[in-house]
């Protein structure tokens, strides 16, 4: 029979470390729930930052569109690094990198807003989920990396589901639906890029050069049309890249706080928002093919989120 004095000093000695490993668990679930909310924020922020960017885009040029924009979101993420970690977090490592994937940022960013011009906000949207599978799909030829076959079986439901969004072939087909494909497969190539690129360089470096390289780039179209801006209108422009930078820093802080794997899947929240803001602003109602297509591309997406590393 135990000594009760022994029980009960096993007892005191458990219970702190007890309520230390409640304490911690709690602490991770909290942090884990600022991260999907941060996450849902940012989705929410994109949504709306490209619905202003859409609207821009009935009365300016792309490259208008863009360098403004841009390089109001380049005073934010300038403050934001600066009062991080200085100017050492912007020190540039690796040249090459940072300009090719501010390259493939402004190539992706063109895309879109020409998608964006000609395209309901929700079919963009949609679409650019995509992004994900051809991320996985180049990370073997690009990076080495083994895909195994139950991600493959996600890209292709993926692109299946994209199939389903655009179909070609069919009479509501447009070329232009071609775009944010290309979109999706670019940001990929930024993506992969942005990965290579991280082992060597800051993440607010990478933001910080890629946001100046595509305002550049903006600022280099100008000759194909620049027209006088209103103080109401710069306005737009400004808010418009102030949300940019707010929704990427919202982005990061859900992947600071929160696993990956439980956290990116609430992005997919976007196109929630992009099917309220397009109908409310301009009274795009999707059809049931691309709510379809999208709803195999996200479950594709999610699925994908939660393959385990190392699986086959």
Same mark, same amino acid.
């Given at each position: 029979?135990?000594? =009760?004095?022994?029980?009960? *000093?096993?007892?005191?000695?458990?219970?702190?470390?007890?309520?230390?490993?409640?304490?911690? +668990?709690?602490?991770? /679930? #909290? *942090?884990? +729930?600022?991260?999907?909310?941060?996450?849902?924020?940012?989705? !929410?922020? &994109?949504?709306?930052?490209?619905?202003?960017?859409?609207?821009?885009?009935?009365?300016? @040029?792309?490259?208008?569109?863009?360098?403004?924009?841009?390089?109001?979101?380049?005073?934010?993420?300038? %403050?934001?690094?600066?009062?991080?970690?200085?100017? @050492?977090?912007?020190?540039?490592?690796?040249?090459?990198?940072?300009?090719?994937?501010?390259?493939?940022?402004?190539?992706?960013?063109?895309?879109?807003?020409?998608?964006?011009?000609?395209?309901?906000?929700?079919?963009?949207? $949609?679409?650019?989920? *995509?992004? =994900?599978?051809?991320? *996985?799909?180049?990370?073997?030829?690009?990076?080495?990396?083994?895909?195994?076959?139950?991600?493959?079986? %996600?890209?292709?439901?993926?692109?299946?589901?994209?199939?389903?969004?655009?179909? @070609?072939?069919?009479?509501?087909?447009?070329? #232009?639906? !071609? &775009?944010?494909?290309?979109?999706?497969?670019?940001?990929?190539?930024?993506?992969?890029?942005?990965?290579?690129?991280?082992? +060597?360089?800051?993440?607010?470096?990478?933001?910080?050069?890629?946001? !100046?390289?595509?305002?550049?780039?903006?600022? /280099?179209?100008? @000759?194909?049309?620049?027209? =006088?801006?209103? %103080?109401?209108? &710069? /306005?737009?422009?400004?808010?418009?890249?102030?949300?940019?930078?707010? %929704?990427?820093? /919202?982005?990061?802080?859900? !992947?600071?706080?929160?696993?990956?794997?439980?956290?990116?899947?609430?992005?997919? +929240?976007?196109?929630?928002? $992009?099917?309220?803001?397009?109908?409310?602003?301009?009274?795009?109602?999707?059809?049931?093919?691309?709510?379809?297509?999208?709803?195999?591309?996200?479950?594709?997406?999610?699925?994908?989120?939660?393959? =385990?590393?190392?699986?086959?």
């Amino acid at each position: 029979m135990p000594d =009760p004095a022994q029980s009960g *000093a096993g007892d005191a000695t458990a219970s702190p470390a007890g309520a230390a490993g409640a304490a911690a +668990t709690a602490k991770a /679930a #909290a *942090a884990q +729930t600022r991260g999907i909310i941060a996450m849902m924020i940012s989705a !929410l922020l &994109l949504m709306i930052g490209d619905s202003i960017s859409k609207f821009l885009l009935e009365t300016y @040029p792309i490259g208008q569109v863009i360098a403004i924009r841009q390089f109001a979101a380049l005073a934010v993420i300038l %403050a934001w690094a600066l009062s991080v970690g200085g100017a @050492p977090v912007l020190r540039i490592v690796s040249w090459r990198g940072q300009l090719m994937r501010g390259g493939l940022f402004l190539a992706g960013t063109v895309v879109i807003l020409s998608a964006l011009d000609r395209l309901p906000l929700a079919t963009v949207t $949609a679409i650019i989920f *995509a992004s =994900p599978m051809f991320v *996985a799909a180049l990370s073997a030829p690009v990076l080495g990396e083994k895909v195994s076959r139950r991600v493959w079986i %996600a890209i292709f439901a993926g692109f299946v589901g994209v199939l389903v969004m655009i179909r @070609p072939g069919a009479a509501s087909f447009e070329w #232009a639906l !071609l &775009l944010p494909v290309i979109g999706a497969a670019v940001n990929g190539l930024r993506d992969i890029t942005s990965r290579r690129l991280s082992r +060597t360089d800051h993440s607010l470096s990478i933001l910080f050069w890629s946001t !100046l390289i595509v305002g550049l780039g903006g600022l /280099a179209m100008s @000759p194909f049309g620049w027209l =006088p801006v209103s %103080a109401g209108m &710069l /306005a737009w422009f400004l808010l418009a890249g102030v949300i940019s930078a707010c %929704a990427q820093f /919202a982005m990061i802080e859900g !992947l600071r706080l929160g696993r990956a794997a439980v956290v990116t899947p609430f992005k997919y +929240t976007g196109l929630v928002w $992009a099917v309220l803001l397009g109908v409310l602003l301009w009274d795009e109602w999707p059809d049931r093919w691309l709510l379809l297509g999208a709803l195999i591309v996200i479950g594709a997406g999610i699925y994908m989120c939660r393959v =385990p590393a190392g699986s086959r």
